[in-house]
T-cell receptor, first 112, second 114 residues
């Protein structure tokens, strides 16, 4: 158990809908990262937050947004969902700006 | 931009034997970190081992060790005394010195056979 929690574990929704994925980092970790793992794109970085502030953006679509709250949990919002958004979404956390990232169990999103 | 390449999509090894997974990367940075992550069928991403680029000594964690060749930009993972529980996807990953994103290779699927 990495200490990073993600909810829900599975999510099935229809095209055009909006969903929210939630992540709680390890106790004491200030950085939260979101990654998407799909069959054709592999593991891709989406976005990073550090202590409530957005720190880096990767290949995140405009339909996607995220935030980190004062208690350091983070939410990833996916809207106007398309079939191609079906993937495993991981949250990872690290202490400060250290380089070891610990991953949550992921949320499997299926868009039908 | 950094890139990470794993040239072996699939590998297999007999239980108790040793196997080496390859990884190469490209960067213009001098200080950086390299990792191997394991993803078993449960899909959980598990950190296996890490290597700091400024350290010449290769990292070791129990049965797992790396061969880090900075000049060649090579970072291979050796698994000794392979166990059935080592069956998984293995990802090589790179990050810079500033706590930024991980860049992953495409993965190597390892099957340990009894």
């Amino acid at each position: 158990d990495s200490g990073v929690t993600q909810t829900p574990k599975h999510l099935i929704t229809a095209t055009g809908q909006r969903v929210t994925l939630r992540c709680s980092p390890r106790s004491g970790d200030l950085s939260v990262y979101w990654y998407q793992q799909s069959l054709d794109q592999g593991l891709q970085f989406l976005i990073q937050y550090y202590n409530g502030e957005e720190r880096a953006k990767g290949n995140i679509l405009e339909r996607f947004s995220a935030q980190q709250f004062p208690d350091l949990h983070s939410e990833l919002n996916l809207s106007s969902l398309e079939l191609g958004d079906s993937a495993l979404y991981f949250c990872a956390s690290s202490w400060g700006l250290s380089n070891e990232q610990y991953f949550g169990p992921g949320t499997r999103l299926t868009v039908t | 931009a950094q890139t990470v390449t794993q040239s072996q999509p699939e590998m297999s090894v007999q239980e108790a034997e040793t196997v080496t997974l390859s990884c190469t990367y490209d960067t213009s940075e001098n200080n950086y970190y390299l990792f191997w992550y394991k993803q078993p069928p449960s899909r959980q991403m598990i950190l296996v081992i890490r290597q700091e680029a400024y350290k010449q000594q290769n990292a070791t964690e129990n049965r797992f060790s790396v061969n880090f060749q900075k000049a060649a930009k090579s970072f291979s993972l050796k698994i000794s005394d392979s166990q059935l529980g080592d069956t998984a996807m293995y990802f090589c990953a790179f990050t810079d010195n500033a706590g930024n994103m991980l860049t992953f290779g495409g993965g190597t699927r390892l099957m340990v056979k009894p």
